[in-house]
């Protein structure tokens, strides 16, 4: 599997120890940014380029990293395709991924060690989406919602 990594200043330091653990565990990384820590950097830029891939790659999941998660939860969420959600736990992963199929998850780097961190990304890694045809109908109305043109 494809994992897609991105972080601001505030979750830099996360996202290098969590690159290494996914290498490690045999997982295809591909690093995003931010490629050094610099703390005027944007959150923003990184949800985009993160976003973007997994929107092409089905099979893929995103991992973005901020200080609060809240950022780039809601960037992330701009772009067609990306159902991304802010996840500070292990349960929360599994349900994102089973019930929900998100395919990018923010994480709260300021509040999150790296142990909690390794934990929660390998169950949302780990957990297949349960395709029962409630959750399914669910997808398809959140698919809609995507077609529509608020502006």
Excluded: W
């Amino acid at each position: 599997m494809k994992v897609f990594l991105g972080a601001d200043h505030r979750g830099f330091k996360l996202k290098e120890e969590l690159k290494k653990f996914l290498i490690e565990k045999g997982y295809e990384v591909e690093d995003c940014g931010a490629f050094k820590y610099d703390q005027t950097d944007d959150y923003p830029d990184f949800a985009l380029r993160v976003g973007e891939k997994v929107a092409r790659d089905a099979s893929a999941r995103g991992i973005l990293l901020c200080g609060s998660g809240t950022g780039m939860d809601a960037a992330a969420n701009k772009v067609k395709g990306v159902r991304a959600a802010l996840v500070f736990s292990a349960p929360i992963a599994r349900a994102a991924r089973n019930d929900d199929d998100l395919n990018v998850i923010s994480l709260p780097a300021d509040f999150l060690k790296p142990q909690e961190a390794e934990e929660i990304v390998e169950v949302f890694l780990k957990t297949p989406f349960e395709a029962v045809e409630r959750r399914v109908r669910r997808l398809q109305k959140i698919a809609e919602i995507e077609k529509k043109n608020f502006r």
